[in-house]
């Protein structure tokens, strides 16, 4: 009797069988990948697979879910630990005893007498002492591996279960979702194009390449050894099993299972409140996995999202959908969705030219006020500068920004020149900032 279980916290299978497996089983088994775990009796797979997921169901007749969670598990595995560095610490206390009763022959600098009979005797427990000492320097030094090994465990469990590390997985999930989504997307575009492709040139022309499903099907056609018709059944072929097959569709359910777990055990997801425009739906749904949409306003309430593929199974039904602001704030919210936060704007750009000719800036590596020299250059001069070289700085007081540029006006070799703010003389002038007067007024 096997039983199987599926842990959503480590994505792994685990296989726990009641007796010793038969050499055919156990092959199988092998061969999918699980590897039999000794301490805790029980055969387990890195990862899920639709392979595995069938072994496991062919053996167990059902996979139910995991009960033992990670950090019990970890909790375990830390005793175990902690159990051979107690067993290090009682051999090592052992040995130095041993060393200690055998260091007894040689008190008082006793020496060993060359030629005398006790010569040998004392010899062998010489050795038996430092064979003692070495084994109980060892068992010390293998104590602190085995605590080190235990709090590993532990600490990676907690790891494991960090908020942070938790969003991170959701974003890695969400990618292996759209490289899911964009096999079954490229399915469905090549299916459509090959329907409209039926001239024998035009069939030749498309032939070869992977977006449409026709690998190796061009040499077979140039070679004279198959039709370009049933080359474009081939293909159609290919790109049919694709979309009706189920392990794609498995695989798409499986990631979409796991994000619900990781976004179930990060908290509930806030829905949003904000406006719906058409290109925060076209983010939404691009997020998971659609195929270039583009999202439309039909009316006051009414907000539409059409694709050249069909939408995600759990986004819609089709090539389009049509959902009201509410229902799109419901959709965003059961798939999990939060919109990116809008980054703050920068400071304004001003151009002036202060009465010391000079500026107080923020210097981004060192995180303090440095001053600028003001140079004024034409807004073509300061064009033929690198782009490298030109960028702006902030303001100490933080409500501006200035252009700089290496000064123009060093003498010596470019290298050496230091920043300078860059006046525009050009282009329109601001009015000197209530900061950059007041400053120049208390100096």
């Known amino acids: 009797m096997i039983s199987a279980t599926y842990s959503p916290e480590d994505n792994k299978i685990r296989l726990y069988p009641s007796a010793r497996l038969d050499a055919e089983t156990y092959a199988r088994v092998k061969e999918a990948g699980f590897k039999w775990a000794p301490k805790q009796e029980l055969f387990v797979a890195p990862a899920w697979s639709c392979a595995r997921e069938d072994l496991a169901l062919e053996l167990a007749g059902e996979i139910e879910p995991e009960e033992m969670t990670l950090a019990e598990r970890a909790q375990m595995k830390a005793d175990r630990l902690d159990a051979i560095a107690e067993k290090r610490a009682a051999q090592a206390t052992a040995f130095s005893r041993a060393a200690d009763e055998l260091s007894r022959a040689f008190e008082f600098g006793q020496p060993i007498l060359v030629g005398h009979h006790s010569e040998r005797k004392a010899r062998k427990t010489q050795e038996r002492m430092h064979s003692a000492m070495d084994k109980a320097a060892k068992a010390h030094k293998a104590i602190g591996y085995w605590q080190y090994r235990a709090e590993g465990v532990e600490a990676h469990a907690n790891y494991k279960n960090d908020p942070k590390v938790r969003a991170r997985r959701i974003k890695t999930l969400l990618a292996e979702l759209r ?49 370009p018709e049933a080359a474009r059944e081939a293909a159609m072929s290919g790109a049919r099993r694709v979309i009706e097959g189920p392990n794609l569709r498995r695989w798409i359910n499986h990631t979409l299972n796991r ?128 782009s490298e070289q030109r960028g702006t700085r902030l303001s100490t007081c933080g409500n501006f920004r200035v252009r700089i540029a290496p000064n123009p006006q060093h003498e010596g070799p470019r290298y050496s020149a230091g920043w300078a703010a860059i006046v525009l003389t050009d282009q329109k002038q601001h009015e000197i900032p209530e900061s950059v007067r007041d400053m120049e007024a208390a100096q």
């Open 179 to 227: 490289d899911l989504q964009r096999k079954l997307n490229t399915a469905h575009k090549a299916l459509d194009l090959w329907e409209q492709i039926t001239a024998p040139e035009q069939i030749k022309q498309f032939l070869g390449h992977s977006e449409m499903h026709s690998f190796n099907l061009w040499s077979p056609v140039d070679r004279g050894e198959m039709t």
């Open 259 to 386: 994000l619900a777990y990781e976004r179930e055990m990060l908290g509930d997801v806030p829905r949003f409140g904000g406006e719906i425009t058409p290109t925060l739906l076209q983010m939404f749904v691009r997020e998971h996995g659609a195929d270039k949409p583009k999202g439309a306003k039909l009316d006051d309430d009414l907000f539409s999202v059409e694709c050249d593929a069909p939408l995600p199974a759990h986004i819609g039904k089709g090539c389009s959908i049509e959902l009201s602001g509410d229902e799109w704030r419901d959709l965003m919210q059961a798939c999990g969705y939060v919109p990116p936060a809008a980054k703050p704007a920068k400071p304004p750009i001003l151009n002036f030219k202060a009465q010391s000719g000079k500026v107080s800036v923020i210097n981004p590596w060192r995180r303090e006020a440095e001053i600028l020299p003001q140079v004024e250059l034409t807004k073509a001069e300061y064009g033929k500068i690198h």
